[in-house]
Structure formats: structure tokens, C-alpha cells
T-cell receptor, first 115, second 109 residues
Framework: GAVVSQHPSWVICKSGTSVKIECRSL??????MFWYRQFPKQSLMLMAT?????????EQGVEKDKFLINHASLTLSTLTVTSAHPEDSSFYIC???????????FGQGTRLTVV | ELKVEQNPLFLSMQEGKNYTIYCNYS?????LYWYRQDPGKSLESLFV?????AVKQEGRLMASLDTKARLSTLHITAAVHDLSATYFC?????????FGKGTLLTVNP
């Protein structure tokens, strides 16, 4: 079946630094990918829609200058958390739909801890 | 704004018992999903329901969809400890999903 891979699985960074998370579709092309965030013991919240070759669309309340999204190829979207702070610590999950299927495939998630 | 309400949020069951998790959503959507999440892990797809009256079953889990009532159910039959996890329903169009708050299921021996 289709596979979506995220990297890294976990990362610890210092406050003020930036962290890049990659989301790859391994056996299909994904013109659209989605980025979600999940705080501990909470649900998933959509952050943004990543569109290949164009600007990402951000959900209300998500700072586009803080969460930079790049979708430069049909198999890769990246989320960069800039000037990270402890409140950005969360589980970040990407998903990518293969349009002929009825579902989107989720990556394994990235646990970000900002210290 | 699409809202998805799940209940109960917490469910403690005895092994061998049956129970149902409910998922209500506020606006028409073209598909409904059920996912399982284990601690520290990502989502595992359980079911995708596409049309009114759809029913799908896998093992001890059965999901159904009533689009007129905007209601989906996830029924657990004869629960076993391995089913302990958090279960989410999600609704959306074009794969852009709004999730319920999740149901933390604990199955006790």
C-alpha cells in the first residue's frame, strides 16, 4: 500500500532555533499534503495545506511566518518551525492523499520537544 | 465551521463486553473516517465510510454511517485488551480532515 514517511521521528531543540520536518510520499505523487499538530492528550488540528508548486494555505490562528511550509516536489513537503519555543513542543503529523484512493495516508509523526 | 463531536471521551470496559462510540458532525461531508492511535504513535486507519447506510466490519470493530442524522458509530464487540487505544473519528472533504476529540478506550481484564 501507499506509504508516507516522516523524518525525523523525534527531535529536541533549543529555544530560538529552527527545526525542519520532512514528509515524503514513497510510492506515489502527492500534489497536496496536510500538516497536523497534536498536543498531549488532545486531538489533531489541521495547521496547513501544502500545495506543490504554490504557497501553502494556513488555518486560522496558525502563524505562516513561524511555520514555513515548502512543497517543492511531488513527493516532498517540509515544515520548518522557526524560532521554536517550548509552547511549540508537540506531535506533528503529515498526511498525503492518493487521489484514486478514498483515504489520506499519514506519516509516522514527529515529536518535537523545545527546551 | 465543521464540528465533530465524539462521545464518550473516556471508556473503561471489561473484556468480553460490547460498547459503542458515537460521532456526530455538524455539516454535510463526503466521507467519514475512523482511526486508532496508540500512545506515542501516529494514526492507523480503521474505516472509511462513504455513503449513507454504509457499514464496515473488521474483527471486533464495526462502523456505520447515517448521513441524514450526521452520525457514525463504532461498535466494539466482545472487547479484548489489545483494543485499548484512542479512537478518533474524522470528517472532511478532499482529504482535509476535522477530527473529533477522541475516545480513550481502556479494556480491563
Amino acid at each position: 500500500g501507499a506509504v508516507v514517511s516522516q523524518h525525523p521521528s523525534w527531535v529536541i531543540c533549543k529555544s530560538g532555533t529552527s527545526v525542519k520536518i520532512e514528509c515524503r510520499s514513497l510510492d506515489f505523487q502527492a500534489t497536496t499534503m496536510f500538516w497536523y499538530r497534536q498536543f498531549p492528550k488532545q486531538s489533531l488540528m489541521l495547521m496547513a495545506t501544502s500545495n506543490e508548486g504554490s504557497k501553502a494555505t494556513y488555518e486560522q490562528g496558525v502563524e505562516k511566518d513561524k511555520f514555513l511550509i515548502n512543497h517543492a516536489s511531488l513527493t516532498l513537503s517540509t515544515l520548518t518551525v522557526t524560532s521554536a519555543h517550548p509552547e511549540d513542543s508537540s506531535f506533528y503529523i503529515c498526511s498525503a492523499p492518493r487521489w484514486e484512493d478514498t483515504e489520506a495516508f499519514f506519516g509516522q509523526g514527529t515529536r518535537l520537544t523545545v527546551v | 465551521e465543521l464540528k465533530v463531536e465524539q462521545n464518550p471521551l473516556f471508556l473503561s470496559m471489561q473484556e468480553g463486553k460490547n460498547y459503542t462510540i458515537y460521532c456526530n458532525y455538524s455539516t454535510t461531508s463526503d466521507r467519514l473516517y475512523w482511526y486508532r492511535q496508540d500512545p506515542g504513535k501516529s494514526l492507523e486507519s480503521l474505516f472509511v465510510l462513504l455513503s449513507n447506510g454504509a457499514v464496515k466490519q473488521e474483527g471486533r470493530l464495526m462502523a456505520s454511517l447515517d448521513t441524514k442524522a450526521r452520525l457514525s458509530t463504532l461498535h466494539i464487540t466482545a472487547a479484548v485488551h489489545d483494543l485499548s487505544a484512542t479512537y478518533f473519528c474524522a470528517v472532511g472533504s478532499n482529504y482535509k480532515l476535522t477530527f473529533g476529540k477522541g475516545t480513550l478506550l481502556t479494556v480491563n481484564p
